[in-house]
């Protein structure tokens, strides 16, 4: 019954943008901390943005910092990910959690099954 699901993943070019989404059944996922993950090919999985409930502050992968940008629809009970200048290092797939301890440093109960992005020419 509790869900995520990811949605909006596709082939970019290099320097494109993308964005894709969290969607939340089940459960409203505005009183949840939510993280977007990625796992590459060949790499391990690791975090890459978190926005906090009820403050709504965000923390970022160094790595993305200044090219995506997490952010949340109430009223669609969405969260998103917003990724520009892309490069083909950021092809993975992306997963969404969510964590009911509010805060991204408390870590996540629930995941998605993830959205592939690939960045490609």
């Known amino acids: 019954q509790l869900q995520l699901v990811e949605s909006g993943g596709g082939l970019v070019q290099p320097g494109g943008s993308l964005r894709i989404s969290c969607a939340a059944s089940?459960?409203?996922?505005?009183?949840?901390?939510v993280g977007w993950f990625r796992q590459a090919p060949g790499k391990e999985r690791e975090g890459v943005a978190c926005?906090?409930?009820?403050?709504?502050?965000?923390d970022y992968a160094d790595s993305v910092k200044g090219r995506f940008t997490i952010s949340r629809d109430n009223a669609k009970n969405t969260v998103y990910l917003q990724m520009s200048s892309l490069k083909p290092e950021d092809t993975a797939v992306y997963y969404c959690?969510?964590?009911?301890?509010?805060?991204?440093?408390?870590?996540?109960?629930?995941w998605g099954k993830g959205t592939l992005v690939t960045v490609s020419s």
């Open positions: 959690a969510a964590g009911g301890r509010k805060l991204c440093i408390f870590g996540m109960d629930y």
């Open positions: 089940g459960f409203t996922l505005d009183y949840y901390a």
């Open positions: 926005i906090n409930s009820s403050d709504g502050s965000t």
